[in-house]
């Protein structure tokens, strides 16, 4: 029986995904959480076999919790599942030590899949993801200046570029808007822009977001 850790702030999310996994006669939710707080803490007292990694979530987001998950455990397995596409997000989660990376709006016999392969010790990533590494990999005299960024840079990034306001931004992450400030000017010196405005310009740019997301 491969056992699974829901993780996603978003109830019809895990609703949804539930559903799809407890059809698989040999698949078993043993828990969900709301935030990456609440998988660290699960992770440690139970020990699932695998767990589904949402990225955005409210206080503690994906990236942080699979980077303290990972330190304590190297025998649980992790899948983000995420809306971005474009590197350098799934490069990153992949170095870290995730197994697996699917797009959100993935089916689900690939789920199910990546899923399997991840439980019998492959890694997995979509495709098109994989294609955007490899991509990404042989393109290196270009470089993407996002990659700089550390994991709470780049989550502040995405919600700037989306139109968040920092004491929106301070809410979500359940930090000080001092503390986004402060990762926000460091983020700008990095990528030498002086404005959200220029950070949605070079985010658009390299491809990390679409206007569709604006």
Do not use: W
Not at 100 to 110: A, F, R, V
Not at 157 to 171: N, R
């Amino acid at each position: 029986m491969i056992k699974l850790l829901l993780v996603d702030d978003h109830e019809l999310v895990r609703t949804g995904i539930r559903r799809i996994i407890e059809d698989v006669a040999d698949f078993s939710v043993i828990g969900v959480a709301v935030n990456g707080e609440d998988a660290v803490k699960f992770c440690r007292k139970n020990n699932p076999d695998i767990v589904l990694m949402d990225m955005s979530m409210p206080g503690m987001g994906g990236l942080e919790a699979t980077k303290q998950i990972l330190r304590f455990s190297e025998q649980i397995r992790i899948i983000v599942l995420s809306v971005h596409k474009e590197n350098p997000i799934p490069a990153k989660v992949m170095q870290m030590g995730a197994f697996g990376y699917l797009t959100k709006d993935s089916d689900p016999e690939e789920m199910i899949r990546a899923i399997r392969k991840v439980a019998a010790g492959q890694k997995y990533v979509s495709p098109d993801i994989a294609q955007q590494i490899a991509i990404g990999q042989l393109n290196l005299k270009e470089g993407n200046p996002f990659e700089q960024l550390s994991e709470r840079e780049l989550e502040i990034a995405l919600m700037l570029t989306k139109g968040a306001k920092v004491p929106d931004i301070a809410d979500f992450l359940s930090i000080s808007a001092k503390t986004v400030n402060t990762h926000r000017y460091r983020m700008f010196e990095k990528l030498s822009v002086s404005n959200d405005v220029e950070l949605t310009h070079l985010a658009l740019r390299h491809k990390l977001i679409n206007s569709d997301q604006l």
